[in-house]
């Protein structure tokens, strides 16, 4: 009898439920945008509410798509986009604040001065794998306990909880009964030690953050409770989390040191499995926890783009030049080639390997002859050229990938996806189901479930729909590439 799991993919503009059956096959998806909220230059916040609002609509829409009801569900996995600051009231269960997501830069300021002290950053590079910097939650969560009237105190008494996504939906659908995350998210939080897997205290007294504040830390795939009965009428056991990315490269099945994937989202991560050990970047990329399983744990290297599709949105959004992310494609290859056009997306800043908060966007290059087709195109090549940064970033940290599996909403574009394969040198692989962020979570239920049996099973499910080969000569990669540079070298702050 086929048995089927339902992954929770709750990302940065949509929610989504998708119930895979153990093949993988995709059997329904049910999709739910939500607003995004832009108070101050560089702010960018959510409605708590709305998160949860999202999930629950598409939880209870996704099974009016196919013959299955929550009966004939199996397990829950969720993956969510990570590094997002929830704090609410565990006796109320509000938040006591709008969440405050990755791409906010308002604490770059404090990252500046706590950035001042040598020994600081060496401690969190050290202690955690990542820099110091407004993108993780430990800033985000001293910003909320600073600034919002009576929290400092009511975290002290122990009346607030804090979590990343992924922990405040499990809290909400286990009606309350269980604060819990998982490895991967604890990782990015720039609070946990990657190397004991605990949350560490000296990095708690410098964000004066109250322990009693933070979740349990679990495996990614343990039990993390069982769905509330009142939500689909059945207490379904939730037994995957990761976050995003690292979510995704388990649904590439990224399993052997040097293994690699690019997500291709609202930004876009590369993540090179480095195995047992976290490799220490010199070139400003971030060692993570890939993965924790039965206690052991993968690490993985990570470079992190701020704005890949969330450049289409503005695209479509912003300037108006399009109406839906497909016509991108069409434009791109009415282009003129080598048009001199560049654009940098920097309305958020700059993430690895600059980590420059403070950059700005700009489009470069335009003449009377540029129109709508080389803007889009310019958009498009900015996300190829940004993964071309990361890849000579690990390059020098003397782990470059030689095939990278690709997935994310852009990695279907074939355009793209050409001209990211010329602009690397090297191969892309896109498998038969792009959905890996939530096939990973789906996986790693299904291993807790006993569904699966281990990771090789996992792997041998993965299958290339089409392999993008590079069509540039060397030179003409070199002389693209170059131009990208000095583009980003006329938007950078310092």
């Known amino acids: 009898m086929m048995r089927y799991i339902l992954a929770i993919d709750q990302g940065t503009t949509s929610s989504r439920s998708i119930i895979f059956s153990e093949s993988g096959e995709i ?41 299955l009801t929550p009966a004939g569900i199996t397990s829950i ?28 830069r308002r604490t770059a300021e404090q990252c500046r001065q706590l950035s001042a002290d040598p020994e600081r950053v060496d401690y969190v590079k050290k202690t955690t794998g990542l820099l110091i910097d407004p993108y993780f939650s430990a800033t985000k969560v001293n910003w909320i306990l600073n600034n919002v009237e009576g929290a400092k105190a009511a975290a002290e008494n122990g009346e607030l909880l804090f979590g990343t996504v992924d922990c405040y939906l499990i809290w909400r659908l286990t009606g309350g009964q269980q604060h819990v995350t998982d490895a991967t998210n604890a990782s990015r939080t720039m609070l946990f ?14 964000f004066a953050i109250p322990e009693c504040m933070l979740p349990e830390v679990k495996d990614c795939a343990a039990d993390f409770g069982q769905l509330d009965t009142a939500l689909l009428g059945r207490a379904i056991p939730i037994q995957g989390v990761a976050g ?53 744990v993968t690490y993985g290297l990570e470079g992190s783009i701020f704005m890949a599709g969330a450049t ?28 001199g056009v560049f654009l940098v997306p920097a309305f958020t800043g700059l993430g690895a ?12 290059g335009l003449t009377r002859d540029t129109g709508i087709s080389e803007i889009v195109a310019a958009g498009l090549q ?113």
């Open 27 to 67: 059997m329904a998806i049910a999709q739910k945008e939500f607003a995004q909220s832009y108070p101050q230059d560089g702010w960018v916040e959510h409605s708590a509410d709305d998160i949860w609002h999202s999930v629950l609509e598409t939880l209870q829409k996704v099974f009016e798509k196919c013959a």
């Open 382 to 494: 900015s996300v190829c050229y940004q993964t071309k940064d990361l890849q000579k970033a690990m390059e020098s940290d003397g782990a470059r990938p030689c095939t990278l599996r690709v997935d994310g909403g852009m990695a279907n574009n074939d355009w793209v996806m050409g001209f990211l394969a010329d602009i690397l040198g090297a191969q892309v692989q896109r498998p038969v189901i792009t959905e890996t962020t939530a096939l990973g979570a789906a996986y790693l239920a299904g291993l807790q479930a006993g569904i699966y049996t281990s990771l090789a099973e996992l792997a041998g499910k993965w299958q290339v729909e089409r392999t993008f080969t590079p069509r540039m000569t060397k030179a003409q990669r070199n002389e693209a590439y170059c131009n990208w540079k000095e583009a980003v070298s006329r938007i950078r702050s310092h």
């Open 353 to 364: 390997p600059y980590w420059d908060p403070d950059a700005r966007g700009a489009i470069l």
């Open 77 to 104: 996995g969720i993956t969510n986009q990570r590094e997002t600051t929830l704090i609410w009231n565990k006796s109320t269960g509000k938040a006591i604040y709008p969440a405050i997501v990755w791409q906010d």
């Open 193 to 206: 030690n990657i190397h004991s897997q605990q949350w560490d205290k000296k990095l708690l007294d410098l």
């Open 244 to 296: 995003d990315q690292q979510a995704a490269l388990i649904g590439q099945t990224c399993f052997e040191k040097g293994m690699a994937k690019s997500t291709y989202g609202t930004g876009c991560f590369m993540i090179l499995n480095t195995g047992d050990e976290p490799l220490v970047s010199e070139n400003r990329l971030l060692a993570t926890v890939a993965y924790r399983l039965n206690g052991k």
């Open 312 to 339: 289409v949105q503005w695209l479509r959004d912003g300037l108006k030049l399009i109406d839906n992310a497909e016509e991108t494609e069409a434009l791109a290859q009415r282009a003129r080639r080598n048009n």
